[in-house]
């Protein structure tokens, strides 16, 4: 069955970084793309943007870009957010999540969440 | 940016209610439009994709509708495992945009 199995949840400091990875398996990685969303304690979506895994090429939404970073390792199925100087209005849940790469469809199966925490 | 917005932000229903959820994009989307579950703790669940199409393993009481800019989820008869927030999403542009969320509470 498909999987995406993020990693657990994060504190950090304003200023400091944080990397999540996303280790799938139950399909083939290379095609679906992958996005990335956060979700800030009781709001809606963002979309931060998402990662050709066939590529490694990154798309990344207007607002996050120079801080946020998305990478893959293909040899074990994985996908990486790294956020740098961090500030509090981080704090939120990303996730990860699969969009097949074949055609115009939306986020079919997500990841479960991983909570990053940025206080002093 | 396509700005998403939901209506109404709460509705009160009891089970075996008929629920309907609308979604106002600022431009045109086409039919990309889907809609999510979430319950507390979890993951959204994709319902509906394509505006009307009901995603595999979705019970036939879920229904959507539209297209360009007005769109509709409907629950045709509310179920207790229905009680949550539902989602809009927008993936026709280039930045996708999300409605702020429907919750569904119990009457």
């Known amino acids: 069955q498909v999987q995406l199995v993020q990693s657990g949840s994060e504190l950090r400091k304003p200023g400091a970084s944080v990397k999540i990875s996303c280790q799938t398996s139950g399909y083939t990685f290379t095609k679906y793309k992958m996005n990335w969303v956060r979700q800030a304690p009781g709001q809606g979506f963002e979309s931060l943007g998402w990662?050709?895994?066939?590529?490694?090429?990154?798309t990344y939404d207007p607002g996050f870009t120079g801080r946020f970073v998305f990478s893959l390792d293909s040899s074990v199925s994985t996908a990486y957010l790294q956020i740098s100087s961090l500030k509090p209005e981080d704090t939120a849940v990303y996730y990860c999540?699969?969009?097949?790469?074949?055609?115009?469809?939306?986020?079919?199966?997500w990841g479960q969440g991983t909570l990053v925490t940025v206080s002093s | 940016d396509i700005q998403m917005t939901q209506s109404p932000s709460t509705v009160s229903a009891s089970v075996g209610d008929r629920v309907t959820i609308t979604c106002r994009a600022s431009?045109?989307?086409?039919?990309?439009l889907a809609w999510y579950q979430q319950k507390p703790g979890e993951a959204p669940n994709l319902l509906i994709y394509?505006?009307?199409s009901l995603e595999s393993g979705v019970p036939s009481r879920f229904s959507g509708s539209g297209s360009g800019t007005d769109f509709t989820l409907t629950i045709s008869s509310l179920q207790a495992d229905d009680f949550a927030i539902y989602y809009c999403?927008?993936?026709?542009?280039?930045?996708?945009?999300f409605g702020q969320g429907t919750r569904v509470e119990i009457k």
């Open positions: 394509e505006a009307s």
């Open positions: 999540a699969r969009t097949f790469s074949g055609s115009q469809r939306p986020i079919d199966f």
């Open positions: 999403l927008q993936y026709n542009s280039y930045s996708w945009t």
């Open positions: 990662i050709n895994t066939k590529t490694g090429n990154p």
């Open positions: 431009q045109s989307v086409s039919s990309w």
